[in-house]
C-alpha cells in the first residue's frame, strides 16, 4: 500500500517562504518521478512542479518558475517544494503525487498515487 503524507503547510505573509515535505513509502520511492499540485478553493487543481527519479529533470508551471523549487532524497523517500516569494494567489491546498514511471509530467492523469493535502495560506 503507497502511502504519501505531506507536511510543512501553514500561514505565511506574502514574501514569506515554506518548504513542503512529502513522505512515501511502500513502492520503490526512486523508480518513479514525483509531482506536486494545487488546488485552490473553487479552482481545479493544477500542476505546480515534477521531478524524475534521478533529479535531473525538474519541470515547473509557468506561474512559479524562479520561486520554488523542487527536490528529492531518494535515501529518505522524500520530496520536498521549497516555495519562496510566496503571494497570497499561491494559497491553496498542496499535494504530492508519485507518477506511474520514472518520467516526469504535468498531467494528473501521469500520476498513480496521492497524498491527503497540506494547506498553504498566504495573507497580504
Known amino acids: 500500500q503507497v502511502q504519501l503524507v505531506e507536511s510543512g503547510g501553514g500561514l505565511v505573509q506574502a514574501g514569506g517562504s515554506l518548504r513542503l515535505s512529502c513522505a512515501a513509502s511502500?513502492?520503490?520511492?526512486?523508480?518513479?518521478?514525483m509531482g506536486w499540485f494545487r488546488q485552490a478553493p473553487g479552482k481545479e487543481r493544477e500542476f505546480v512542479a515534477t521531478?524524475?527519479?534521478?533529479?535531473?529533470?525538474?519541470y515547473y508551471a509557468a506561474f512559479v518558475k524562479g520561486r520554488f523549487t523542487i527536490s528529492r532524497d531518494n535515501a529518505k523517500n522524500t520530496v520536498y517544494l521549497q516555495m519562496n516569494s510566496l503571494k497570497p494567489e499561491d494559497t491553496a491546498v498542496y499535494y504530492c503525487?508519485?507518477?506511474?514511471?520514472?518520467?516526469?509530467?504535468?498531467?494528473?492523469?501521469?500520476?498513480?498515487?496521492w497524498g491527503q493535502g497540506t494547506q498553504v495560506t498566504v495573507s497580504s
Open positions: 521531478i524524475s527519479w534521478s533529479s535531473a529533470s525538474p
Open positions: 503525487a508519485q507518477g506511474r514511471s520514472d518520467y516526469p509530467r504535468s498531467s494528473e492523469l501521469e500520476y498513480a498515487y
Open positions: 511502500g513502492r520503490t520511492f526512486s523508480s518513479y518521478a
